[in-house]
């Protein structure tokens, strides 16, 4: 563990299996085992003569039931606490074929004391264990998740414990400065007034701190939007070249492009990335009236996911652009097929383009890209990537704001630590976790 080595709410001594590879046929599957009769399991499935642990050595894995073999592959052993659960592990690597991968899952089932994982456990463990705290377990996550290099890269520097090392020297600073003012209140209810050096001393942590704390929550936005992603709905009326203009910035025949108006009934979902940056472009049905129920639902959700959008391309055909269209400061205006004609004379700003020739495409690409940096902020330290944090850390700042700004009241000041330390101490599981904990580890793959 990279963080401060706190042990989150304990759970029971089950041991649990899952497969940690994703379903389908592979080269090699790996399934997972942790809890205190991991290694019996292995004994099981793999005869009595355990490998070393840490060593990958070649077995012959059996149904216990009936001696049938499922399989010949590698076994592997972690012994707790030096392990990723912190508890014995056992690693099966067979065949990733879907019916080997059943046949060993089905067989221990049938051991006793044994029972699948739950989505997020094995994780989980770990931090119940002190393995890991709160933010590196949901770096886990992330990483797991990620689709491009910024978030593989911020992921990467959440699990090493960039930030959780930064929260743990906070939540310290913030402890011993509260236990000193506290025990100098207990000693002046006996001997006299708090001395006013202490006082002093404690509103210029609080503002040193307060600064640090504010730098941090300057870059929050930015990596809320690098997890999160962004979400840009393309609109317009039937015919315009919605469609085409998503198979363009995707790079990739995505949705269905047909001279007939009305095709797209639905709201396809597109992940492209605009400069580190996870986008979801999402195709609508073209905006118009329409008798005919199925398009007209197709119409609503386009309305409503358009209003709900990070951002939105708004598309005219430059055939026949009419009248400027109304947009609000989310939208960029695209004006689609200059091949054909000329864009129109509008005073409101817009970006030319030709899905049929790529003209224009740079360019839009640009603007979107402008568009989302603004909306994921400037911040170059962008570790927070969660709402509740930048919650808790808002939170904390706010209690030593009240400290370094009129802190003269010394039972005051030590109650706004109090606050402080405990806020911080949300962020990485060191207090008042219960009410996150199911959210954060449902999020995660079975086996991980």
């Given at each position: 563990m ?6 989150g ?6 041991t649990v ?6 379903a389908g046929r592979?080269a ?15 004994r099981?499935?793999?005869?009595p003569?355990?490998p070393p642990?840490?060593?990958a050595?070649?077995r012959?894995f059996?149904d216990?039931?009936?001696g ?7 076994l592997?052993?972690?012994p707790?606490?030096r ?6 592990m056992?690693?099966?690597?067979h065949?990733?074929?879907?019916a ?9 089932g049938?051991?006793p004391?044994?029972?699948?994982a739950?989505?997020?456990e094995?994780t989980r463990r770990a931090?119940?264990?002190g ?10 996550a992330?990483l ?8 593989r890269?911020?992921a ?9 090392r930064a929260l ?9 400065l509260l ?6 209140l ?5 001997e ?6 202490l006082v002093a ?5 609080a ?6 704390m504010?730098r941090?929550?300057?870059g929050?936005r930015r990596?809320?939007?690098?997890m999160?992603g962004?979400t840009?709905?393309v609109?317009g009326a ?7 203009l998503?198979?363009?910035l995707a790079r990739?025949?995505v949705?269905?492009?047909?001279p007939?108006?009305?095709t797209t ?13 996870p986008v979801?472009l ?5 905006l ?11 119409v609503r959700r386009?309305r409503e996911?358009?209003?709900?959008a ?5 598309v005219v055909?430059?055939?026949?652009p ?8 989310r ?9 054909l004609?000329?864009?129109p004379?509008?005073?409101m700003?817009?970006?030319a ?6 003209a224009?495409?740079d360019?839009?690409?640009?603007e979107l890209a402008?568009?989302?940096?603004g909306l ?7 570790l927070?990537?969660?709402a509740?944090?930048r919650e808790a850390?808002e939170e ?10 009129d802190?003269?009241?010394p039972?005051l000041v030590a109650?706004d630590?109090?606050?402080a ?11 008042d976790?219960?009410d ?5 580890f449902?999020r ?5």
């Amino acid at each position: 563990m990279h963080g401060q080595a706190l042990k989150g709410p304990a759970l029971p001594a089950e041991t649990v299996f899952a497969p940690a590879t994703a379903a389908g046929r592979a080269a090699v599957g790996i399934v997972r085992i942790s809890g205190p009769r991991a290694f019996d399991a292995a004994r099981a499935l793999a005869g009595p003569k355990l490998p070393p642990p840490r060593y990958a050595a070649l077995r012959t894995f059996r149904d216990p039931a009936t001696g049938e073999v499922l399989d010949r592959g590698l076994l592997l052993l972690f012994p707790g606490p030096r392990s990723y659960t912190g508890e014995d592990m056992v690693e099966i690597h067979h065949h990733g074929g879907p019916a080997v991968q059943a046949a060993i899952l089905d067989a221990l089932g049938g051991l006793p004391g044994l029972r699948p994982a739950r989505p997020g456990e094995f994780t989980r463990r770990a931090f119940a264990n002190g393995r890991m705290d709160l933010v590196e377990a949901e770096a886990v996550a992330d990483l797991v998740d990620a689709v491009t290099a910024a978030q593989r890269r911020l992921a990467l520097r959440l699990a090493a414990g960039e930030l959780s090392r930064a929260l743990a020297a906070w939540r310290g600073r913030l402890l011993d400065l509260l236990a000193e003012v506290e025990a100098e209140l207990d000693f002046a209810a006996e001997e006299g007034d708090v001395p006013d050096g202490l006082v002093a001393r404690a509103r210029g942590e609080a503002a040193a701190l307060r600064a640090d704390m504010a730098r941090l929550l300057a870059g929050s936005r930015r990596g809320e939007v690098l997890m999160r992603g962004l979400t840009v709905a393309v609109t317009g009326a039937p015919n315009v070249g919605k469609s085409s203009l998503v198979n363009r910035l995707a790079r990739r025949d995505v949705a269905i492009v047909t001279p007939i108006a009305g095709t797209t009934r639905d709201v396809i979902e597109v992940r492209i990335d605009l400069g580190g940056i996870p986008v979801t472009l999402l195709d609508t049905a073209g905006l118009r009236e329409t008798e005919d129920p199925v398009e007209a639902e197709g119409v609503r959700r386009a309305r409503e996911r358009a209003a709900s959008a990070d951002l939105e391309l708004r598309v005219v055909d430059a055939t026949d652009p009419g009248p400027p269209p109304e947009v609000d400061g989310r939208a960029v205006v695209v004006v689609n097929k200059t091949d054909l004609a000329p864009p129109p004379a509008w005073e409101m700003p817009f970006v030319a383009v030709s899905c049929a020739t790529g003209a224009g495409l740079d360019a839009l690409e640009a603007e979107l890209a402008r568009r989302a940096a603004g909306l994921a902020g400037s911040g170059e330290v962008a570790l927070l990537t969660r709402a509740y944090q930048r919650e808790a850390l808002e939170e904390a700042v706010q209690a030593l704001e009240r400290i370094a700004a009129d802190g003269t009241d010394p039972v005051l000041v030590a109650e706004d630590l109090r606050l402080a330390a405990r806020a911080v101490g949300r962020i990485t599981g060191a207090v008042d976790v219960e009410d996150v904990l199911e959210r954060v580890f449902a999020r995660f793959c079975i086996g991980k």
